[in-house]
């Protein structure tokens, strides 16, 4: 089945240091997405993502981040200076139509 | 403004014991349903889904769960739990007004006792 592929699984960056999330979304997919979820909190939001545009943000995607997409495969998410409370589990999603959601299996950034 | 609650934050059963976690939402209309779990440190994995027509639906790992309209609910249910079903289960749904993105409910972690 085919799958959203992030790397890396686990990234660890110093404080106001610049990270990137990779995302590999499912090759027919149109809409893509990032999620966070902090450490023990529910998964929220953040941003998605269509024909080469944003088309909606959450309160918390801030200046900071920003997303792309930057060939014909990657979605990527950046933070510019990452903070202590950027330390979370970031999903990729990607859909399809109404019905073909599926997430990654995330990538666990942690700030230092 | 819609949101999603479960109620229970933390349900714990005994092994071989049957499960229910509830999931209700507030919309105005039918929104499109999901069940993940999440095992610690580990991503989301979908057991179940409902968009429309029969109302009872079956997931994997012997979970089911039922949408009912009335109560705009859809509770997740397993006749017998196994140890290594405790996880935390997520209700997810998406407003079909709201760009199409999901909206996570807050958890329900589930301890299983041998």
């Known amino acids: 089945e085919p799958e959203v592929t992030q790397t890396p699984s686990h990234q660890v960056t110093q404080m106001g240091q610049e990270v990137i999330l990779r995302c590999v979304p499912i090759?027919?997919?149109?809409?893509f997405y990032w999620y966070r979820q902090i450490l023990g909190q529910k998964v929220e939001f953040l941003v998605s993502f269509y024909n080469n545009e944003i088309s909606e943000k959450s309160e918390i995607f801030d200046d900071q981040f920003s997303v792309e997409r930057p060939d014909g495969s990657n979605f990527t998410l950046k933070i510019r200076s990452t903070k202590l409370e950027d330390s979370a589990m970031y999903f990729c999603?990607?859909?399809?139509?109404?019905?073909?959601?599926?997430f990654g299996s995330g990538t666990r950034l942690t700030v230092v | 403004a819609q949101s999603v609650t479960q109620p229970d934050i933390h349900i714990t059963v005994s092994e071989g014991a049957s499960l229910e976690l509830r999931c209700n939402y507030s919309?105005?209309?039918?929104?499109?349903l999901f069940w993940y779990v999440q095992s610690p440190g580990q991503g989301l994995q979908l057991l179940l889904k409902?968009?429309?027509?029969?109302?009872l639906v079956q997931g994997i790992k012997g979970f089911e769960a039922e949408f009912k309209r009335s109560q705009s609910s859809f509770n997740l249910r397993k006749p017998s739990v196994h140890w290594s079903d405790a996880a935390e289960y997520f209700c997810a749904v998406v407003f079909n007004n709201y760009g199409q993105n999901f909206v996570f409910g807050p958890g329900t972690r589930l301890s299983v006792l041998p």
């Open positions: 409902y968009f429309s027509g029969d109302t």
């Open positions: 999603a990607s859909r399809q139509g109404d019905y073909g959601y599926t």
């Open positions: 090759s027919n997919h149109l809409y």
């Open positions: 919309y105005g209309a039918t929104p499109y």
